[in-house]
């Protein structure tokens, strides 16, 4: 398709200051260097009653808690990024803003091939960019890959903790109710095991920004047959837990 001039994604101003500035939007706190952006809400709603303290509220609408958590006593702030890439990366960075620099990300994934049980470890080793925000940060491409050192502590963690793990491309769309058959699979013959709503957007702003990331995913949901399987994988609450705790472990390692 011709079109008369590219579309605004495609204008470069990255060596530009955005006009809003998230280190004078965030709340004043600081937060530990180390950090994980947690996508399950039962992680994150027990983190109280197993003692965290509550650092501060993050400044977006959703008015998202940060607490902050202890691992073999270090600190680890732990919070829910949202949902879709230009929340979650509003989360990302304001945690950027008060301080956090090694943040690890730990949430489900749709799976795109029938041998990715529910429950299984996927580190993003590289995201296909199909959502709008990462082009804000990062000049335009197809793929862009994770920080290798992310991507070699996530797996020296999983591999640490006993979980069987692998690594791979995840598909990033701005658009759940989309995911075509069609498009399922040109991913799927692009090699992207898993489908999500923000990896590409994260790995960007993190590599914009300068600090650390990685991301870990559960396999969840699958895409892989001719019709959605659900596979029960919201009530995998032990997994999704140990996962998270991998994802802590990890942030600290970065």
Do not use: K, N
């Amino acid at each position: 398709m011709d079109l008369p001039e590219p579309p605004p994604l495609y204008e470069d101003d990255l060596d530009e200051s955005g006009i809003l500035d998230p280190a004078r939007l965030a709340r004043r706190a600081r937060v530990p260097e180390a950090a994980v952006l947690c996508f399950f809400p039962e992680v994150v709603a027990g983190l109280a009653d197993a003692g965290a303290r509550r650092i501060t509220r993050l400044s977006s609408e959703r008015e998202t808690t940060v607490w902050e958590t202890e691992i073999d006593g270090r600190p680890v702030a732990v919070a829910h990024p949202g949902i879709g890439a230009p929340l979650a990366a509003m989360t990302l960075e304001e945690l950027i803003a008060m301080g956090a620099r090694r943040i690890v990300a730990v949430g489900g994934a749709g799976v795109l091939v029938p041998d990715l049980v529910m429950g299984h470890a996927v580190v993003v080793g590289s995201a296909l960019r199909d959502e709008g925000t990462s082009a804000h940060y990062l000049r335009p491409s197809r793929v862009v890959d994770a920080d290798p050192r992310g991507v070699a502590v996530l797996q020296r963690t999983l591999d640490a903790a006993g979980l069987p793990h692998v690594t791979g491309r995840t598909w990033t769309t701005d658009a759940v109710y989309r995911e075509t058959p069609a498009r399922a699979r040109r991913r799927r013959e692009e090699g992207c095991l898993t489908v999500d709503m923000e990896a590409s957007a994260f790995i960007a702003v993190a590599r914009f920004r300068g600090v650390r990331f990685a991301q870990v995913l559960l396999a969840a949901d699958s895409l892989a047959g001719p019709e959605w399987d659900a596979r029960g994988w919201t009530t995998a609450r032990a997994a999704r837990a140990g996962l998270t705790s991998v994802a802590s472990r990890a942030a600290l390692a970065l």
